[in-house]
């Protein structure tokens, strides 16, 4: 059985996906208008790599409660790791997005690694 989508609480939608599309290279696989089960409006946000695998929920912070846990969703430990086939281009286009890279890269015996935390403060491994 294959993880198909992780939430990841965010403070705005277009912001979400634009950090998402340009610096990540995901695509938006679903946009669309939805409910809270209280009937309020959101939106169902999708987005997940190029060649597939699993998606990420872009979800908005309802409440203090979740605005209070953006960034903290995996309690100042790396939570997200992100494979991709051109490490040094990606490391850059991350760079120059502005998020900061918290751990210089690095070589292990599964490849490169740098540690990068999102405009949310989540930590994110890119592995090459």
Do not use: H
């Amino acid at each position: 059985m294959p993880l198909e989508l992780v939430s990841l609480i965010v403070d705005d939608y277009d912001r979400a996906i634009e950090f998402c599309t340009e610096v990540l290279d995901f695509e938006v696989v679903a946009d669309e208008p939805a409910l809270t089960t209280d009937g309020r409006s959101k939106r169902w946000v999708v987005v997940r790599p190029a060649d597939g695998g699993t998606g990420l929920v872009l979800a908005r912070a309802d409440g203090n409660s979740q605005s209070a846990a953006m960034g903290r969703q995996f309690a100042g430990r790396v939570g997200l790791f992100l494979r991709v086939s051109d490490f040094d281009a990606s490391l850059a286009r991350i760079s120059s997005a502005g998020c900061e890279i918290v751990r210089p890269p690095r070589s292990e015996s599964y490849g490169r690694v740098a540690v990068f935390g999102d405009p949310w403060g989540n930590l994110w491994d890119l592995l090459g």
